[in-house]
């Protein structure tokens, strides 16, 4: 196989990502059978599909979180991302230390200050490699996924979402994706959100933020759209 080959290889992405088609049948699939399994206990499931905008953006979601052909994606992807910038870096580091042996007799405040810069590129190696680990993120599926979908619905529907719907949203998204044999607990979705939670808690709250930020404009858009 040619490095183009492998490259190409490495950046392709599950074909449903790019097929309109196909993500409207498959939230079509999704939603009956979230309406059948759930709908008559859970109102929470209720309310996401009364809106077929929600319903749709969530059935994408799911469907991101159920196939691991996404999270393979995902996390080859970041893996990629984390070996370049780390090249960066060690090279960025080898020729500060080269500049610190050049320095050195010379002038020993710059021989200094570039030595604490190479020792700064170091604590980065380490963060790079914190970055790659896919236990952060959760070994078999992206919890970043499911924990986007959580905070948006929340915001969205003004709600508290339990994780018992989100078992539920899951649960649909398994059976839609024919893989009806692989369950998951509302105690699962507790625990996998939890330490995601722990693992990640700066994105976490940049997340909650923007996804804030952006409810609300659509709220006020709505309001204002009433109001006209």
């Given amino acids: 196989m040619t490095t183009q080959h492998r490259r190409m290889r490495r950046l392709a992405v599950p074909e449903w990502l790019n097929d309109p088609a196909d993500q409207w049948a498959w939230a079509a ?3 009956r059978n979230l309406n059948e399994r759930h709908a008559s206990v859970d109102g929470t499931v209720r309310r996401i599909l009364r809106d077929r905008h929600v319903t749709h953006w969530c059935a994408m979601r799911v469907r991101c979180y159920v196939d691991p052909e996404v999270t393979r994606y995902l996390y080859k992807n970041r893996k990629d991302r984390v070996r370049q910038e ?7 580091i080898t020729g500060l230390n080269s500049a610190v042996g050049i320095y050195g007799g010379q002038e020993p405040n710059v021989a200094q200050s570039l030595g604490f810069k190479a020792v700064e590129l170091s604590g980065a190696l380490g963060r790079c490699d914190r970055a790659a680990s896919t236990k952060r993120h959760g070994r078999d599926r992206a919890q970043s996924i499911l924990y986007e979908c959580h905070v948006f619905l929340e ?3 003004r709600t508290n979402v339990t994780y018992k719907t989100l078992a539920n949203l899951v649960s649909s998204g398994f059976e839609t994706e024919n893989l009806s044999s692989t369950h998951i607990s509302e105690e699962n979705v507790r625990k996998n959100l939890a330490n995601f939670r722990h693992q990640n808690p700066e994105w976490c709250s940049l997340l909650e933020s ?3 930020t952006l409810s609300f404009a659509q709220s006020t858009g ?6 006209n």
């Fill in 29 to 31: 699939r999704f939603a």
């Fill in 86 to 92: 780390r090249m960066k870096i060690q090279s960025a």
């Fill in 155 to 157: 915001y969205v529907l």
């Fill in 210 to 212: 923007r996804i804030k």
């Fill in 222 to 227: 709505n309001k204002t759209a009433e109001n």
